[in-house]
């Protein structure tokens, strides 16, 4: 049974289209993470969070922003989307190790 | 800094057959050494980690590493695969004493089963 939820799983949208990926996680972890990952490529960090109100940029430059209002969510937002943007994203979060969500999968045409 | 070098982006096996997976690293400081996998159309789970202790660690679906300090790496083995086991699998390091205990990951390597 899966502690952290993302959604939607699936998403095929039109390019300039504003959109938020929801992650949830239920283990009370202050560390969530926002990991991008295109086909066949390892996983990049875009966005990190270790705690309410604390947001950071990670290792890959990203026009996505992240919010963290409550310790439970963390969702990503896209202001207008582009063909560029597709790709997997994956959230994560952590205390002494990491827990993945099922990823999106987004598809921006 | 660190990096994390999965040589074989592709592994074929035949079922039962043993199989080993690389996994090298470069660190300036100590890290948390982690291996995943990846079904398809699926988030990443946990297969095992080492954190500190014993340097061979046993994981979930009958895999196990072992951590070589001295040639900085943290192989991935099963002595028999199945055609289940056919999926990405990525190496990963953390620094240890990071505030954010971010996870830099290898390429992935692809274990290919075929009957």
């Known amino acids: 049974e899966a502690d952290i939820y993302q959604t939607p799983r699936y998403l095929v949208i039109g390019t300039g289209k504003k959109i938020t990926l929801e992650c949830s996680q239920t283990m009370g972890h202050d560390k969530m993470y926002w990991y991008q990952q295109d086909p066949g490529m390892e996983l990049h960090l875009i966005h990190y969070s270790y705690g309410v109100n604390s947001t950071e940029k990670g290792d890959l430059s990203s026009e996505s922003t992240v919010s963290r209002i409550r310790t439970e969510h963390f969702p990503l937002t896209l202001e207008s989307a582009r063909p560029s943007h597709t790709s997997q994203y994956l959230c994560?979060?952590?205390?002494?190790?990491?827990?993945f969500g099922s990823g999106t999968r987004l598809t921006v045409v | 800094a660190q990096s994390v070098t999965q040589l074989d982006s592709q592994v074929p096996v035949f079922e039962e057959a043993p199989v080993e997976l690389r996994c090298n690293y470069s660190?300036?400081?100590?890290?948390?050494l982690f291996w995943y996998v990846q079904y398809p159309n699926q988030g990443l789970q946990l297969l095992l980690k080492?954190?500190?202790?014993?340097?061979l660690v046993k994981g979930i679906n009958g895999f196990e590493a072992e951590f070589n300090k001295s040639q900085t790496s943290f192989h991935l083995r099963k002595p028999s695969v199945h055609i289940s086991d056919t999926a990405e699998y990525f190496c990963?390091?953390?620094?240890?004493?990071?505030?954010?205990?971010?996870?830099?990951f290898g390429t992935g390597t692809l274990l290919a089963v075929q009957p």
């Open positions: 080492y954190l500190s202790g014993s340097t």
């Open positions: 994560a979060s952590s205390a002494d190790g990491y827990t």
């Open positions: 660190s300036s400081v100590s890290v948390y």
């Open positions: 990963a390091v953390s620094p240890l004493g990071g505030a954010t205990n971010k996870l830099i």
